[in-house]
């Protein structure tokens, strides 16, 4: 029955693999890596949330495929990097929006409260929603595909950070849409931009605590070949 079991793993995170492998990005190419996204491993911050090795059953098949596709894992830690700073930049950009709001209602411009959306509040979180979803969409459209796989251990995650009510990445694997535009339905304010920030980094971070040696090895050889000088044929 092992022998079975181990079997339908290979076989199916075969037809993963094919998938994320043979998948062509919509808009985007991969573009050299500078010295500072390159520093994403020596720069995670703790402080937002904490890593938990994730312990479903299909997180060894989801390996699998990662190792022979390490350029995903380079795109989920470049959106994490992303989503910390948003995150780390979200309070000031509260703070502005507060004394906009004082002030307006000083001038009598327009009643509002703290629910209302500024123009300026909408132009942030459309900027920011595109830096972070761009390093993944592809990945995001892909794993929507294979639900039974991948949205438990989306529910673990969420669930060991106290996110899993009302969770938005659980509601986008049935929504049917496309990430960036779901998001934009659901992150659109200040505070829905936080809890989709908040899901996201959780669920990248244990990710990250839950690869395996062997797609550490693979990320490590595709980050080295990134960072190898090009070499320029003599005319």
Known sequence: MKKNNHKIVILAAG????????AKPKTETIQPIDADLMRITETVDHKIHEK???TNNSVP??????????IAVLKIRLSAKAV????NSLPAEKKKK????????????????PQTVTPTETA??????????????????????????????????????????KSFLVEYFSAQEHIKEFSAKKANSFENLETLCNELISFFNDLDASFSPEVEAA??????????????PAV
């Open 219 to 232: 990320y490590k050889d595709l980050v080295k070949q990134l960072k190898a000088p090009k070499v320029v």
């Open 61 to 70: 098949m989801l390996n699998i495929s990662l190792q022979q596709n390490p």
């Open 98 to 113: 507060e004394a906009l709001l004082k002030s307006n209602l000083k001038t009598n411009k327009f009643v509002a409260t």
């Open 15 to 22: 037809t993963f693999l094919f998938c994320m492998t043979t």
């Open 52 to 54: 938990i090795k994730l």
């Open 124 to 165: 942030f979180i459309t900027k920011q929603l595109d830096a972070i979803l761009k390093p993944v969409e592809q990945f995001f459209d892909i794993i929507q595909q294979y639900s039974g796989m991948v949205l438990p251990i989306l529910k673990e995650s969420m669930t060991n950070h106290n996110l899993l009510e």
């Open 84 to 87: 910390r700073q948003v995150l």
